[in-house]
C-alpha cells in the first residue's frame, strides 16, 4: 500500500443562498457530496495513480453506504468499521452573500478505537488526521496509530488552529515526535511556532523531516531535510476551499511515495489543491 490515511470519513452538505431568512424559507442550491480529511486525500492520492487505503468509522447508515460506495467507486481501499448507535459523520458547508460558515458533526469518527486499527500500519506513507489526535474522543487511537506505524513518511495534519491553541503546541510537537511528516496551514503553523511561512516551516523543520505549510493562494513552502523549497500558485477563481488542504497532503504523500523530488511532489500538490479551491468538489473529476 502507498498511503494509508486514518481518521475521518464525512459526508459534506454544501448550501448556497444569497442570505438566509430566519425562521422562513428562502431558494438555493443543495448539495450532498463525499468528504471528511482522510477519505480526501486518499481519493486524491488515488487519482495520481497511488494505492490508497482509508481506516475510519461510519454510521449503519445511508451516509455510511454512500462514503463506502463512493470510496470504492474511486479505487481506495476501505477500512470502514460500522458504529451501532452513532450516523456518519456530516459536515454543513453553509455559503451565503460572501461568507462560508461551517457546522461539523464528528458523529461516528469519534469512536474510532485504537481496536479498530490493524495491529501494523504497514505502506509507504501514512497520514493521521489532526482532529483524531486534537480531540479527547480519538486522543488515544492517533498515538496508537503512531506507535503502529510502519512507513517511510509518518505524517500529522495539524487539523485546526484553535485546537492546537487548546492542546498546546509543546505537547503537539511532543507527541507527534515519532512522525516524520507535519502538514499545516498558515494558521495552524503560527499556532505551532508563533510564525508564518517559510519561517514557520524551517522551525517545524528541525522537529520534523518535512514540513509543509499550506498558504492558499500563495502556494506552499516545504522543508525537507533541511532544505527549503518553495512554491507561488497561480491565481484561481476561488469557488469552495474545503478539501483543498487535504488534496494538497494525499498528492504531496502520493509523489513522495513514488519517488518524486521534493520540487515536483510541491508542485503537484499544489496543483490538486488549487483544483480544489476552484471547484464545488473536494474530490477530483472521474476519469470518463
Given at each position: 500500500m502507498d498511503l494509508i490515511t486514518v481518521g475521518d470519513v464525512m459526508v459534506d452538505v454544501r448550501v448556497e443562498s444569497g442570505a438566509l431568512a430566519r425562521g422562513g424559507d428562502v431558494h438555493g442550491r443543495v448539495l450532498l457530496q463525499?468528504?471528511?480529511?482522510?477519505?480526501?486525500?486518499?481519493v486524491w492520492a488515488s487519482s495520481e495513480g497511488a494505492s490508497s487505503q482509508v481506516i475510519g468509522r461510519i454510521g449503519r447508515d445511508f451516509s455510511g453506504?454512500?462514503?463506502d460506495s463512493a470510496l470504492q467507486e474511486r479505487g481506495v481501499d476501505r477500512l470502514l468499521v460500522e458504529d451501532p448507535d452513532l450516523p456518519t459523520g456530516?459536515?454543513?458547508?453553509m455559503h451565503e452573500a460572501g461568507e462560508r460558515s461551517m457546522v461539523a458533526d464528528r458523529g461516528a469518527?469519534?469512536?474510532?478505537?485504537?481496536?479498530?486499527?490493524?495491529?501494523?500500519?504497514?505502506?509507504?506513507?501514512?497520514?493521521?488526521?489532526?482532529?483524531?489526535?486534537?480531540?479527547?474522543?480519538?486522543?488515544?487511537?492517533?498515538?496508537?496509530?503512531?506507535?503502529?506505524?510502519?512507513?517511510?513518511?509518518?505524517?500529522?495534519?495539524?487539523a485546526s488552529w484553535p485546537l492546537i491553541e487548546t492542546f498546546g503546541a509543546e505537547r503537539f510537537l511532543e507527541?507527534?515526535?515519532?512522525?516524520?511528516?507535519v502538514l499545516a496551514n498558515d494558521l495552524e503553523a503560527e499556532a505551532l511556532t508563533g510564525s508564518t511561512g517559510e519561517e514557520a516551516a524551517k522551525i517545524l523543520g528541525e522537529h520534523y523531516r518535512?514540513?509543509?505549510?499550506?498558504?492558499?493562494s500563495r502556494g506552499a513552502v516545504l522543508v525537507v531535510d533541511g532544505q527549503v523549497f518553495s512554491l507561488a500558485t497561480q491565481a484561481v477563481e476561488e469557488i469552495d476551499p474545503t478539501g483543498a488542504g487535504?488534496?494538497?497532503?494525499?498528492v504531496l504523500l502520493a509523489c513522495l511515495v513514488e519517488g518524486a523530488s521534493p520540487e515536483e511532489a510541491l508542485a503537484r500538490a499544489c496543483r490538486a489543491g488549487a483544483s480544489v479551491a476552484g471547484s464545488e468538489s473536494a474530490w477530483p473529476a472521474m476519469p470518463r
Open positions: 463525499p468528504g471528511g480529511t482522510s477519505a480526501n486525500a486518499a453506504l454512500l462514503m456530516t459536515m454543513l458547508v469518527n469519534a469512536r474510532l478505537a485504537p481496536d479498530d486499527l490493524p495491529e501494523r500500519l504497514e505502506a509507504g506513507a501514512l497520514l493521521i488526521s489532526g482532529y483524531l489526535l486534537l480531540q479527547k474522543e480519538g486522543h488515544d487511537t492517533a498515538l496508537a496509530a503512531l506507535r503502529r506505524a510502519d512507513a517511510e513518511w509518518v505524517a500529522v495534519e495539524a507527541e507527534t515526535s515519532k512522525a516524520t511528516v518535512l514540513a509543509a505549510v499550506k498558504r492558499g487535504d488534496a494538497f497532503d494525499g
